[in-house]
């Protein structure tokens, strides 16, 4: 697990976002020096329990990622991170590495949204690989040159980002952390 970590880079929830034009919600990861970011687009109910734990709403019964957290903890395994592994055909990949009470590493695949949702809960480190962060960013030149009006995540240049993202106010940022 430790070997390949030259090949990710940390990152941290920057906050929530709803997309302009399809209304879905985002989730912008940014690394410590707010030099790189990636939007992730989720849902609706990965929005919900992200936003929960960012602002420290204690939910009468347990979400489904507290319901991981409490079950990790009772069986004693630790999330010792998450990384988002790949980007392909416009959909992100991410695994929860874990490590059992007896010692065993184990890497359980999930959707990124459950995996930073998770990790926000355990306060795990993010890791995103720099390959999803390279095809990320390529997709989105490659958008804005070809003038793209995708919806999808191909559809905003690394640059419309940066600009939408200095724009917005704090307020913009419902869950700032």
Do not use: C
């Not at 929530?16 to 707010?34: C, E, G, W």
């Not at 959909?91 to 009470?101: E, G, H, L, V």
């Not at 959707?111 to 960013?137: C, F, G």
């Amino acid at each position: 697990m430790a070997g390949h970590r030259e090949d990710f880079i940390l990152m941290m929830v920057s906050g929530l976002t709803l997309d302009p034009t399809t209304k879905m919600p985002i989730v912008v990861l940014k690394d410590p020096d707010n030099k790189l970011n990636l939007p992730i687009w989720i849902g609706p109910l990965e929005a919900a329990s992200m936003a929960t734990e960012l602002e420290g709403i204690k939910p009468q019964r347990p979400m489904t990622h507290d319901l991981l957290r409490n079950v990790l903890g009772e069986l004693s395994a630790t999330v010792e991170a998450v990384e988002i592994t790949e980007l392909r055909d416009n959909t992100y990949f991410a695994q929860i590495q874990m490590r059992t009470r007896d010692g065993r590493n184990l890497q359980i695949d999930s959707r990124p949204s459950d995996a930073i949702s998770l990790a926000l809960r355990t306060k795990s480190p993010i890791y995103v690989a720099k390959q999803v962060l390279e095809v990320s960013s390529e997709l989105h030149e490659a958008a804005a040159d070809a003038g793209a009006t995708d919806q999808n995540l191909a559809g905003v240049s690394r640059d419309k980002w940066s600009e939408i993202l200095e724009r917005m106010s704090p307020e913009d940022f419902k869950y700032k952390m």
